[in-house]
């Protein structure tokens, strides 16, 4: 096979990301998450964390072993060029485990799943955008029961990423999650199809 068709998967907080991917991994497609890839390259005994350590010192490591997160995000949130050093040591080790996973994938497509897929340049190693949509008063309440955190804080986050109209302007493909989860999971039977079709098509 000359390259597997990836579809690149993305949408706002709480607007159901995880539960689209469940779906797409229950029909036997490899997922490929950016989230669950960025806490890997931090995790213990990693280059990245003792990188980490060094510049910010060894407190930013708890007692276990792993990553202190509310401190460090703490950190990198009042200063704009720890930020960006932070992001010149990861985003490339990331990157690359990304390409790894994707290459590595096995099954006739794969998705690859990232909040910042339009935000960055992740967007550039899917063919095709997938975006699952959902009103943002359900994303809100979704969310905020899921974290337990106060809907205001959802608010702040959503604020920071694409609108709605934005992301949706760059969708090929849309999964619209505003009924149930066996709702979504129709939806995303009916795209697998598609998909299967196309991937054949690059054999
Ligand atoms: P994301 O990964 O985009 O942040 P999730 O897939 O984690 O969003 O969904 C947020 C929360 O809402 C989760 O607890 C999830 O189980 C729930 N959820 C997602 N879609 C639905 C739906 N259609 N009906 C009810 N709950 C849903």
Redesign the pocket.
């Known amino acids: 096979m000359a390259h597997r068709l990836t579809i690149g998967l993305t ?10 991917s469940a779906c797409f991994e229950r029909l036997g497609i490899c997922v490929v998450d950016a989230d669950v890839v960025a806490r890997e390259v931090v995790e213990p005994n990693t280059q990245a964390l003792a990188d980490i350590a060094q510049h910010f010192g060894p407190a930013i490591i708890q007692p276990d072993g792993t990553l202190d997160r509310a401190q460090l995000r703490q950190l990198i949130f009042a200063d704009p060029s720890q930020k960006a050093w932070l992001e010149a040591l990861l985003h490339p080790i990331i990157n690359q485990r990304l390409k790894e996973q994707l290459t590595n994938a096995q099954s006739a497509y794969v998705v690859f799943v990232s ?1 910042l897929l339009l935000e960055t340049t992740q967007h550039q190693l899917t063919d095709r955008i997938l975006v ?1 949509d959902c009103p943002p008063e359900s994303q809100v309440a ?2 905020a ?2 974290d337990n955190i106060a809907p205001a804080q959802i608010e702040a986050i959503m604020a920071t990423q694409l609108s709605r109209t934005e992301r949706l302007a760059r969708a090929q493909d849309v999964l619209h ?1 505003h ?3 066996d ?2 999971e129709v939806q995303v039977g009916k795209l697998h199809q598609r998909y299967l079709a196309l991937s054949s098509r690059l054999d």
Do not use: Q
């Open positions: 949408g706002g907080i709480g607007s159901g990301k995880s539960a689209a909040p699952i979704r969310a029961l899921r999650n009924g149930s989860l709702d979504l």
